[in-house]
């Protein structure tokens, strides 16, 4: 049986099409802990509830995205796996500046030990990276 170039060409893209796809998953998955990193060290920077038991703005999804930059969306979706990770707790509070009481965010024991570590290792990081001359300039 001969197959034509147009065959070959359907059966490669046939192959590529799962390939590119567990591609875009992983890039996906690495933009996900990447803004997992960045959800934990911004709820350590706004810190615990206050004991007045009104919330930051910030600590809502929506101060989470505007914080950070990003959308609502991609932080709902890390929020749910921090919280399912127990790294984050969510409860309904009054917020600052807001009529009813909205889901807030913030970090458990476990995720402030996380924000420790990540914080001691962006900080390892940022310092190996200075040259010499980088650091007496400044």
């Known amino acids: 049986m001969t197959y034509s170039s147009t065959d070959d060409d359907s059966e490669t893209e046939s192959n590529a099409a799962p390939k590119r796809?567990?591609?875009?998953?992983?890039?996906?998955?690495?933009?996900?802990?990447?803004?997992?990193?960045r959800v934990?060290?911004?709820?350590?920077?706004?810190?615990p509830l206050p004991s007045d038991d009104v919330?930051?703005?910030?600590?809502?999804?929506?101060?989470?995205?505007r914080g950070l930059g990003t959308t609502i969306g991609a932080v709902s979706k890390v929020l749910s796996l921090l919280v399912e990770a127990q790294i984050v707790r969510r409860e309904r509070r009054?917020?600052?500046?807001?009529?009813?009481?909205?889901?807030?965010?913030?970090?458990?024991?476990q995720g402030d030990r996380m924000a420790q570590e990540i914080v001691t290792k962006l900080g390892s990081a940022?310092?190996?990276d200075r040259s010499p001359d980088s650091v007496h300039s400044q």
Do not use: K, W
């Open 126 to 128: 940022r310092s190996d």
């Open 40 to 47: 934990i060290s911004f709820l350590a920077r706004v810190g």
């Open 94 to 109: 009054h917020v600052r500046g807001q009529v009813r009481r909205v889901r807030v965010y913030f970090l458990t024991v």
């Open 55 to 65: 919330a930051r703005p910030e600590s809502t999804q929506r101060g989470i995205a």
């Open 21 to 37: 796809r567990a591609e875009t998953l992983g890039a996906q998955r690495r933009d996900r802990v990447r803004l997992s990193i």
